[in-house]
């Protein structure tokens, strides 16, 4: 066979095969696309999102209201039931969990409408109050759930849900309040959902009394940033610290999920209301014996608190979290910022339910006349050893030289 002809051969085949392939592959990826949950989902399933930082233990519950305004939709009276989701203590931070919907038994073909709306109280019911909030979700879907007559039977042909309003009750679109199709599968991507947030003010206590919170938030508030000024007890110079000298400070915050500066009324810092810079940092002075009490913030608000570097000055900071002494920050020389943050994590503190501080102290070493500051006095005097040494060695070789 000549060379030509194999070549011919094996182009025949190859394409036969490539044909082959093309036939099979629209059937395997039929076999395997995922199920359409947005548009041809025949069951629903409904989302709980629950935000806590101190382990609330809350029953939620959901009503379908059938809606029979309209020519398009069934009038005969059919019950949706959506089970009630419970949260246990031990759920901190963000859990979700989903619930099916149950339909029920149809008894005629068509469209059946409901609003699908959280029950405006949980149980145990929270009372709002200055020091918590449970904050219920005002989210409201409509649900479309389409009936038909097969050889069966009665069957659900599909359900669509469209968000309304978002948990805040706003709407998404205006004039038409519909934003569009949500999943509703069993999966992380269902998002026919409702988000609830039980929030505690940081310091107030285990549970806050609405009139008689801990006896240490009145002196610290939900975190308390003191400040002292005391003299190098390794200096010999007399010379006192300036108790005018002012102290530059960054406190950052970073709010825990389902809340933000305004939550609880909106952040203080020693009594009145600060809009932080980007939501998240605030800016202030401190002198000696001075302090800055912030109130209104969540308990789980992770802070970072930053002391600004100060030449002949030398910062630490004692820290308390939630009634529990940390790791002291120290410098380790003059003129250097202070961080105060988990070093092992690298990250910030969360605040507790219990007492928050954190205590700066700054040692001052004074400037001698000559200029040169005290921490760097004693690499000057080895560079002037060393040309001492330098011009000793040089006058030496020169008498040698002459000699």
């Known amino acids: ?10 182009l025949a085949i190859v394409a036969a095969g490539a044909m082959t392939m093309g036939l099979a592959m629209p059937a395997m990826a039929a076999e395997g696309t995922t199920a359409d949950t947005v548009n041809n989902a025949k069951e629903a399933y409904i989302s709980k999102v629950y935000n806590t930082e101190v382990g609330k233990a809350e029953t939620f519950s959901f009503t379908a209201t059938q809606i029979t305004d309209g020519d398009d939709v069934i009038k005969t009276a059919h019950t949706v039931t959506i089970p009630t989701i419970s949260f246990a203590e031990t759920d901190l931070g963000t859990n979700t969990k989903r619930a099916k919907v ?12 409901y609003t699908v709306t959280e029950n405006a109280e949980a149980v145990p019911a929270v009372a709002k109050t200055e020091y918590e909030e ?12 389409y009936v038909q007559e097969t050889t069966s039977g009665l069957e659900i042909n599909k359900i669509i849900v469209n968000i309304l309003k978002d948990d805040k009750g706003e709407e998404f679109e205006e004039g038409t309040g519909i934003s569009g199709k949500v999943d509703i599968g069993d999966s992380d991507q269902n998002g026919f959902k409702f988000v609830n947030t039980y929030v505690q003010e940081a310091g107030t206590g285990e549970r806050p009394d609405p009139t008689n919170p801990d006896t240490d938030y009145t002196t610290n508030g939900s975190l308390n940033v003191l400040k002292k000024v005391v003299k190098n007890v390794n200096s010999e110079d007399a010379t006192a610290p300036d108790s005018n000298e002012e102290f530059d400070f960054t406190a950052e915050f970073t709010f825990p999920a389902g809340t933000d500066q305004k939550t609880l009324g909106g952040v203080k810092a020693n009594g009145t209301v600060i809009d932080l810079t980007d939501g998240k ?20 608000t992770t802070i970072k608190v930053t002391e600004a570097a100060k030449a002949n000055y030398k910062g630490s900071a004692a ?14 020389k003059f003129n250097e910022e202070i961080k105060v ?10 605040l507790g339910q219990k007492k928050n501080i954190v205590d700066v102290t700054n040692r001052f070493n004074n400037v001698p006349t000559t200029g040169i500051i005290m921490n760097t006095l004693p690499y000057v005097l080895m560079v002037a050893l060393c040309a001492v040494a330098l011009f000793g060695f040089v006058a030496f070789k020169r008498k040698k030289v002459q000699k």
Do not use: Q
Not at 1 to 10: C, H, I, L, P, V
Not at 102 to 113: L, P
Not at 319 to 332: D, G, L, P, R, Y
């Open 1 to 10: 066979m000549s060379m030509k002809k194999f070549t011919k051969k094996m």
């Open 319 to 332: 820290v308390v979290i939630n009634n529990e002494n940390k790791a002291a920050v120290v410098a380790t």
């Open 341 to 350: 943050l988990d070093k092992a994590a690298n990250t910030g503190y969360k």
């Open 134 to 145: 449970l904050i219920m979700s005002k989210a409201e879907y409509r649900m479309d759930v």
């Open 281 to 300: 940092t605030h800016t202030f002075k401190l002198k000696d014996k001075e302090n800055m009490k912030f109130t209104e913030l969540p308990v789980g």
């Open 102 to 113: 149950d339909c029920g038994t149809f008894t005629e073909a068509g469209k059946y409408s």
